[in-house]
């Protein structure tokens, strides 16, 4: 009796398991099944509208037949919890990822699937963070098991995050190699703009990316140089910034237009082009809110609004973001002896949320010692320059000075008066009301704000910047651009040729070894510029005489005085050799110290994706506990809870 019962469950068993799929010619044994032929459907899944393709097949790879078994999964909850998990490293990558195993491509009735190498790639990168909060690597991103090599046809899923995706329409191939087509490019377009232009002209452009947007687009940037990708000595960095505010897009284009510009004209020998990239390090980021740009282009060319796609993904605005070290230079400006520059970030200002696009300039002007720099806004016609903070917080409108004031109104002034409209005395025109002003005016004379990236990067670094609004309309239309360009180029050549102004030299001692971090003074402007690792230094001046000192922890002040000419276009080389001192002021020596960039500060630790008190209840004590502290957001799932995202002991 007990036998038959056996037997009778075994063919029970047998008559509910799945019967193999058939190979060819097995249909008819009644051994296998057929399988049955995928059919497309429009991908519904909120967390995976963003990928590069728009239909997907069920069941998917996990054999999740609807919509409502995949989202009630706790693999379709993981990909969605990732970024708070993880602290926004990784993501959107491995949402995209998971995305690709949960909702496969499925294009004519044919599943595609991701490919091995990108999954291989990434797991790579982030398997230490999976590792950091004690999770194991979810195995729907198995490499071996759901995805496919390139010689089975696969697709690489994050191609839309390197901009691979809407690529530029082809052209005529006849066209000339100085032809620059004048239209609003998408965040695909763009880098794919930048890379063929950095592909034509490779023994002077690389292209780069500084970090990436909330969202996960690179921060690209074209670099046009004698050794792109290296500091050259004595060589000034320069760079263009534009789109900080998304619905802010034409100098975006321009600086699109003039990476194009630049490469076709040095291909062609024009001597200022030549002369410009020969003696300059040149970085054009034409986006630094590519997300913002992407909600303004939703609205289309034409709309001037002033909010929609201003801001971040994360409703930031870049330009109120940074650290405000203004106020601080305020109070230290009645302190004798008191420097207004190089000012340490504050350890309150990571108390708040700090957008990655800020995070990734901040950590830019960091690793290159830039010398000149200008953000291209729009909204209206003029130049302003530090500082942008008033020095009295309930004035709106006050004229606030920096040091360097004199130096400031030069570099505006050559941006202004060398574009036509700008320098047009006609007052019944867009930027009429700065015609008395020959365009240029105080920012905080203009309007007061705190948190601005012109001011950071004066009280931070050695950087000079100016904000030039390139025009009344946000949003021009296409047709407007070939124009808005002609009246900008002019402009922008003769700005980034005053990082030649004033002097540069190089700091040793007597043995000829560079002096990092030496700092250049000049006698009545209280801001300083410091060596960079070389020992190379740049100091923006107008014309006049100065007395101009080099000093360092250790070695004795020296001092030279200094003329630079009227007619004078390049910098004068002004060199020092310092020698050590047999006492170094105390004093001296701690200012030094106190203003010295701190290796271990929240800069270079700081995840600007972290939740403030997350930390502590990442980092609590696990004594007692059973499940790590993530565990938690799986307590919605009564019966699937996540079993394999526990690292086995």
């Given at each position: 009796?007990?036998?038959r019962?056996?037997?009778?469950?075994?063919?029970?068993?047998?008559?509910t398991?799945?019967?193999?799929?058939?190979?060819?010619?097995?249909?008819?044994?009644?051994?296998c099944q057929?399988?049955?032929?995928a059919k497309?459907?429009?991908?519904?899944l909120?967390?995976?509208?963003?990928?590069a393709?728009?239909?997907m097949?069920?069941?998917?790879?996990?054999?999740?037949?609807?919509r409502?078994?995949?989202?009630?999964?706790?693999?379709y909850?993981?990909?969605?919890?990732?970024?708070?998990?993880?602290?926004?490293?990784?993501?959107?990558?491995?949402?995209?990822?998971?995305?690709?195993?949960?909702a496969?491509?499925?294009?004519?009735?044919?599943?595609i699937k991701?490919?091995?190498?990108v999954?291989?790639?990434?797991?790579?990168?982030?398997?230490p963070a999976?590792?950091?909060?004690?999770m194991?690597?979810?195995?729907f991103?198995?490499c071996?098991?759901?995805?496919?090599g390139?010689?089975?046809g696969?697709?690489d899923?994050l191609?839309?995050?390197r901009?691979?995706?809407?690529?530029?329409?082809?052209?005529?191939?006849?066209?000339?190699?100085?032809?620059?087509?004048?239209?609003?490019?998408?965040y695909s377009?763009?880098?794919?703009?930048?890379?063929?232009?950095?592909s034509?002209c490779?023994?002077?452009?690389?292209?780069?990316?500084?970090?990436?947007?909330?969202?996960?687009?690179?921060?690209f940037?074209i670099?046009?140089?004698?050794?792109?990708?290296?500091?050259e000595?004595?060589?000034?960095?320069?760079?263009?910034?534009?789109?900080m505010?998304?619905?802010?897009?034409?100098?975006?284009?321009?600086?699109?237009?003039?990476?194009?510009?630049?490469?076709s004209e040095?291909?062609?020998?024009?001597p200022?082009?030549?002369?410009?990239i020969?003696?300059?390090?040149?970085?054009?980021l034409?986006?630094?809110?590519?997300?913002?740009?992407?909600?303004?282009?939703?609205?289309?060319?034409?709309?001037?609004?002033?909010?929609i796609?201003?801001?971040?993904?994360?409703?930031l605005?870049?330009?109120r973001?940074?650290?405000?070290?203004?106020?601080?230079?305020y109070?230290?400006?009645?302190?004798?002896?008191?420097?207004?520059?190089?000012?340490?970030?504050?350890?309150?200002y990571?108390?708040?949320?700090?957008?990655?696009?800020t995070?990734?300039?901040?950590?830019?002007?960091r690793?290159?010692?830039f010398?000149?720099?200008?953000?291209?806004?729009g909204?209206e016609l003029?130049?302003?320059y530090?500082y942008?903070?008033?020095?009295?917080?309930m004035?709106?409108?006050?004229?606030?000075p920096?040091p360097?004031?004199?130096?400031?109104?030069?570099?505006?002034?050559?941006?202004?008066d060398?574009?036509?409209?700008?320098s047009?005395?006609?007052?019944?025109?867009?930027?009429?009301?700065f015609?008395?002003?020959?365009?240029i005016?105080?920012?905080?004379?203009?309007y007061?704000?705190t948190?601005?990236?012109?001011?950071?990067?004066?009280?931070?670094?050695?950087?000079?910047?100016?904000?030039?609004?390139?025009?009344?309309?946000?949003?021009?239309?296409?047709?407007?651009?070939?124009?808005i360009?002609?009246?900008?180029?002019a402009?922008?050549?003769n700005?980034?040729?005053?990082?030649?102004?004033g002097?540069?030299?190089i700091?040793?001692?007597k043995?000829?070894?560079?002096?990092?971090?030496?700092r250049?003074?000049?006698?009545?402007?209280?801001?300083?510029?410091?060596t960079?690792a070389d020992g190379d230094?740049w100091?923006l001046?107008?014309?006049g005489?100065?007395?101009?000192?080099a000093?360092?922890?250790?070695?004795?002040?020296?001092?030279?005085?200094?003329?630079i000419?009227?007619r004078?276009?390049?910098?004068?080389r002004v060199?020092?050799?310092?020698?050590?001192?047999e006492?170094?002021?105390?004093?001296l020596?701690?200012?030094s110290?106190?203003d010295?960039?701190?290796?271990q500060?929240?800069?270079?630790?700081?995840?600007?994706?972290?939740?403030?008190g997350q930390?502590?209840?990442?980092?609590?004590?696990?004594?007692?506990?059973?499940?790590?502290?993530?565990?938690?957001?799986?307590?919605?799932?009564d019966?699937?809870?996540?079993?394999?995202?526990l690292?086995?002991?």
């Amino acid at each position: 009796m007990v036998l038959r019962l056996l037997l009778l469950l075994a063919g029970l068993l047998r008559a509910t398991k799945p019967a193999p799929r058939c190979e060819t010619g097995q249909e008819t044994l009644g051994q296998c099944q057929t399988v049955q032929k995928a059919k497309c459907v429009d991908i519904a899944l909120s967390s995976c509208t963003d990928v590069a393709y728009t239909q997907m097949v069920y069941p998917n790879f996990l054999d999740q037949k609807s919509r409502e078994v995949i989202e009630y999964s706790s693999e379709y909850l993981l990909i969605s919890v990732l970024h708070n998990l993880l602290q926004g490293e990784c993501n959107p990558d491995l949402r995209l990822l998971g995305c690709s195993v949960l909702a496969p491509q499925c294009e004519k009735d044919k599943v595609i699937k991701p490919c091995r190498h990108v999954c291989e790639n990434l797991k790579k990168n982030c398997l230490p963070a999976f590792d950091a909060i004690d999770m194991a690597w979810p195995y729907f991103l198995d490499c071996d098991r759901f995805f496919a090599g390139e010689e089975e046809g696969c697709f690489d899923p994050l191609a839309k995050l390197r901009g691979e995706g809407d690529a530029e329409e082809d052209l005529p191939s006849d066209l000339p190699a100085t032809f620059i087509q004048f239209k609003h490019h998408s965040y695909s377009q763009m880098v794919s703009t930048l890379k063929k232009t950095a592909s034509r002209c490779s023994h002077i452009a690389t292209t780069y990316s500084i970090g990436r947007s909330f969202e996960g687009k690179d921060l690209f940037v074209i670099e046009f140089s004698t050794k792109p990708g290296h500091h050259e000595l004595l060589k000034p960095e320069f760079k263009y910034i534009g789109n900080m505010h998304g619905n802010e897009v034409v100098g975006k284009e321009l600086l699109i237009y003039l990476a194009q510009y630049l490469c076709s004209e040095y291909l062609l020998g024009n001597p200022r082009v030549q002369a410009l990239i020969n003696n300059t390090r040149i970085h054009l980021l034409p986006s630094l809110n590519p997300d913002g740009y992407e909600l303004a282009a939703e609205e289309g060319a034409g709309y001037n609004g002033w909010v929609i796609g201003r801001q971040t993904a994360q409703n930031l605005d870049l330009n109120r973001n940074f650290p405000d070290l203004t106020s601080e230079a305020y109070r230290r400006a009645g302190i004798r002896g008191a420097r207004l520059d190089h000012i340490p970030i504050p350890q309150s200002y990571w108390w708040g949320k700090v957008a990655p696009e800020t995070k990734a300039v901040m950590k830019w002007l960091r690793s290159i010692p830039f010398v000149l720099s200008a953000s291209l806004h729009g909204g209206e016609l003029v130049v302003t320059y530090p500082y942008d903070y008033s020095r009295h917080p309930m004035e709106e409108k006050m004229f606030s000075p920096t040091p360097d004031e004199k130096v400031f109104k030069m570099l505006a002034k050559a941006y202004a008066d060398a574009h036509p409209v700008i320098s047009d005395r006609s007052e019944l025109r867009c930027g009429g009301n700065f015609v008395k002003r020959g365009g240029i005016i105080n920012g905080a004379e203009w309007y007061s704000f705190t948190g601005g990236m012109a001011d950071f990067n004066y009280l931070h670094t050695n950087c000079f910047e100016v904000t030039v609004e390139v025009g009344c309309e946000k949003f021009p239309m296409e047709e407007e651009l070939f124009t808005i360009w002609h009246e900008n180029k002019a402009a922008l050549l003769n700005y980034m040729e005053m990082v030649h102004r004033g002097i540069k030299g190089i700091v040793s001692d007597k043995f000829g070894n560079p002096i990092k971090n030496a700092r250049i003074s000049v006698r009545g402007i209280q801001h300083d510029v410091t060596t960079a690792a070389d020992g190379d230094y740049w100091r923006l001046l107008p014309p006049g005489t100065f007395i101009i000192s080099a000093q360092a922890p250790g070695y004795s002040r020296v001092m030279k005085r200094v003329t630079i000419p009227t007619r004078m276009k390049q910098a004068g080389r002004v060199d020092f050799v310092l020698r050590p001192a047999e006492a170094w002021p105390s004093k001296l020596l701690r200012r030094s110290m106190e203003d010295a960039y701190d290796p271990q500060d929240p800069l270079e630790l700081f995840d600007p994706h972290a939740q403030h008190g997350q930390a502590e209840a990442r980092g609590g004590s696990a004594a007692g506990r059973e499940k790590p502290w993530w565990w938690s957001y799986f307590s919605s799932l009564d019966l699937h809870k996540p079993l394999w995202l526990l690292k086995q002991r």
